[in-house]
């Protein structure tokens, strides 16, 4: 193990973030195979049962299994823990999708900010503006005027993390760029498309890989916001703020329909800062401790 | 006979494992009396600077003392409580650190940081702290008090920051101070100024000094006694004029003959070929200050065209000017035949292999994130030349710059400033240049690994008949190395001449003062 992959193991939030985040990701993914049933399926027979009761399911295609509903059914017959365990992916896929999205396009306009000056100022304060919006209401007006599907979620929820993501990077750059071997790579007659791929990215890496730990786990949040609030996937998605939207009028009779999708939101949430706190300890020099 | 200020016996300072060595400090032991001097000198990692931190127990807590007693006026240093150890310092001892700029709180204006070590250490009234803060800053020699008084540091100049740190450190009348390279990071005329203060203040306080540094013309200047170390061992240790004119360690006689000297040899005769680059009438204008005006020079073949003079003077804008790393105001430059001071880059990059350039500080000057490998065929690749072509030249040059070949695979931070320093150099001669132009290029090395790439320099200049634009603060290294030598001075260059010429017979008044201020140990 090199020092650096050493380093972020025995930082104790790096892997306790990890390990939450890897036992989210595997517990989502293996789904179908965690004796779950299609989250869709409704069956008008089974409404509303108690946690961990058994019974006959009728599936859509008409078949009928025997299943054990561990978290119990919701209002309109469908399983909750199947439900949890699927949601869980568009959570999930959500918050890497808008991470990436997010930095690739903050990274963009803030590596052309920092470099170019000439482009600085129009880019910059378009940002202003852009960031002068609520982020939330950005994204529901987004999702409203595009429809609501996964891909406009991921839009309108990277577009208001664009300015932040683009300060960030170009208060990167423009100490970057005046480094000696930024310099030293302009007396080599380096093309300045390669000066900023080769000498100014993989240098802003550290701190842009952090900053994109928050994007994602803010997303996750704001992903279960826009569904609980009805304005993001449509109700039948199983994404965790759909499941707590559509426990929320019953919640004095049945607590575990909001309360099971928030115990996976919070630890996933938790996570992911957890490993965003960890990994800038670790990766910014500013923090690391000092050897004499 | 009276007690020391300084009593060190035996002193040793484990470092944590897995460095280099075991202990940063070995066996060291040393008296102070009161108005004396000691220079502690040595090269970086030698363990100067823990010696110092040790005394003012700033250790950080990954070191340990291991064993030995350190005393002051008799007191025990090693067992004294933290609440105890505060009061020491200020009080029986004062410090002066290298950068003045982070040493002083720049939110709070300058008087009120020496009012502050008295409100902490004495009773004193208000009005009793304001007239012995204001007479301890004109024992320091800063002009008008109450104006300094309410300045911030960022509105002083570097020399009086250090006059401000000194002034708090020396408050109390300390029986020790402490300076660690407090003159480093300041100019030449203003080093002359400081060293001198210190030994004002010293006679007038009779307080003993622990001097750090590096530099063994300041030791000349200062030192009643010397303390060489190396690698945390005591080298040698003994009288001033003992140790610099008859030293008795190898270690201390060949640290001695890597200072290069203030005497140039004698010209060497030089073709007459066309210039490489040329400069006429150069300026460059910030808003509305000029850093550079009207400047002027030429490279031959094999020629080294030295520029020297203090910070702030300009001679780095030059150089960037004449790389075309940032654009002149006014002015041409010539590189070969082409006047290429207005071209555009696209124009300009086919042409840039002519002029390259190795800048000062060897943590900066590699991409931390590129092998070494891959830093070197970068230009080569740039100027057209196959992958296969790169490698073989960039292998070649790595041998030359006696490098291992396994460092192709590493990164930069695998290797030590004088190895970057020579890796920064493999780079720039692998485009093959006409002209190579050194930024401070030794500045930041000790003395041995400078006189090291000084001699791969000249070897390199010698077979390439490249011709060298020397840039540098150090007057004995553009002694040695220069054939012609520009002194510049707030953006002008104020004497040009063949360096034997200017060392002899300055024609101006700055260069003379200049040539006076360097520290130089050969004149006690």
Known sequence: MSPLHQGLWQHGSVRFGGVVLLAMLLVSLLAPWLGTVDP?????????????????????????????????????????YSRVLFGGRISLWVGIATAVLALGLGGLCGMLAGYFRQLDMLLMRFMDGLMAIPAVLLAIALVAALGANVATVVIAIAIP???????????????????????AARALATPTPVILWRHILPNAMAPLLVQGTFVAASAVLTEAILSFLGLGLPPDVPTWGNIMAEGRVQFSQQPGHVLFPAMFLVPTVLAINLLGDGLRDVLDPKFAKRVG | MQTPVLDIEQLSVSLPAGADRSHALQDISLQLHAGQTLCVVGESGSGKSVLATTVMGLLVKELR????????????????????YRALRGQA????????????????????QIDEVLQTHTNSTRVER?????????AVRLPDPERIWQSYPHQLSGGQRQRIVIAMAMVMKPALLICDEPTTALDVTTQQEILQLIKTLQQDAGSAVLFITHDMGVVADIADQVLVMHQGHAVEMGQRDDVLLRPQAAYTQALLAAVPSMTPPPAR???????????????????HHWALQDAALRVLAGETVGIVGESGSGKSTLARCVLRLIDPTAGEIHWGEDNIATWPETRLRPLRHRVQVVFQDPNRSLNPRLRIGQ?????????????????????????????PDSAWDRYPSQFSGGQRQRIALARALACQPEVLVADEAVSALDVSVQAQILDLLCEVQARMGLGLLFITHDLRVAAQLCDQVIVMHQGRIVEHGLTSQVYAQPQQAYTRQLLASAPAWQRI
């Open chain 2, 93 to 112: 001892m004062g410090m002066v650190f290298q950068e003045p700029m982070t040493a002083l709180n720049p939110v709070m204006c300058c008087g009120e």
């Open chain 2, 375 to 403: 830093a070197l065929v970068e230009g080569a690749r740039n100027f057209g030349q196959t992958a296969a072509q790169a490698e073989r030249l960039a292998r070649g040059l790595l041998t030359q710059m006696r490098l």
């Open chain 2, 130 to 138: 304001r007239a012995r803060v204001l007479a301890i800053m004109q």
């Open chain 2, 65 to 84: 003392v291991t064993q030995g007693s350190v005393r002051l006026q008799g007191e025990s240093l090693l067992a004294v409580s933290p609440a105890r």
């Open chain 1, 161 to 183: 993390e664009v300015p932040r993501v683009t300060r960030l990077v170009r208060s990167l750059v423009l100490t970057l760029r005046e480094e000696p071997y930024v310099e």
């Open chain 2, 269 to 287: 005769a030089l073709p007459d070929t066309p210039p490489l680059l040329r400069a006429i009438g150069l300026g460059k204008r910030y808003e």
């Open chain 1, 40 to 80: 869709a399926a409704m069956d008008a027979n089974q409404v509303n049962t108690a946690l961990g009761s058994a019974g006959a399911f009728t599936l859509p295609d008409g078949r009928v299994v025997m299943h054990t509903f561990w978290l119990g059914t919701d209002s309109f017959g469908r399983d909750v």
